[in-house]
């Protein structure tokens, strides 16, 4: 055999430099997957932050005020506030996260609930109205090139999700005078004689509610 020829052969058996290939090959996967979990954790954490950020709209939009209006108002002046927050602001100005389209449901004689999206037991007629506000969350940071790994979103549809805060609205001042002038001094007068000789319905127009709260 000539020495070219075992020089050859030498070379084909050996393995030096395999250790650093692997090690390279395996420190890209690992690095990859370090930036996903990294921003996953992240994203995780930043929906607490927007769950928060619901709930704290809900609340204001839930304490009661004189009309339906203003108890929506107060809701949208929480949310702008939260938006304008020096601490909050910066995590979702980013371009990383964003919370969008306040969507308040109030329920009450002409709003709406999110009863279709978060129906009642078919079986009872009872049941809380599923009344409050929702907001869409996208993550872009979820949006990401991985190499070796590819892309995190590749139908391009991105990452979004809905944070609802639901709690019960409190009846406003006027829904409860509402209720208490036209309707319950009425069903008063009408269930028995007596109390319409007696109250009378010329006074219907003087009558004035003593309620507490406006309930």
Known sequence: MSAERKTSAVILRN??????????????????LCVVFFCLSFTLSMVEVGQYIAFSVSRAHMAGHKTQDD?????????????????????FNNGWFEITNLDIRGGGAGGKDFGDRYPKEKDTSRGVPQVGVRLNFEAKMLDIKIPMLG?????????????????????????????????????????????????????????????????
């Open 15 to 32: 393995r030096g430099g395999f250790l650093a290939a692997d090690f390279l090959f395996a420190i890209v996967i690992a690095s990859g």
């Open 71 to 91: 108890q929506e108002q107060a809701a949208k002046t929480k949310f702008g506030s939260l938006q304008k927050n020096k601490v909050l602001s910066p995590l």
């Open 151 to 215: 892309s995190t979103d590749p139908d391009g549809k991105g990452f979004k999700a809905f944070l609802t805060g639901l709690l019960v609205r409190e009846p406003s001042s006027e829904e409860c005078r509402k209720q208490v002038k036209e309707e319950r001094y009425k069903a008063i007068l009408n269930l028995d004689p007596r109390f319409e000789k007696s109250a009378g319905r010329a006074s219907e127009t003087d009558y004035v509610p003593m309620e507490d709260n406006g309930c």
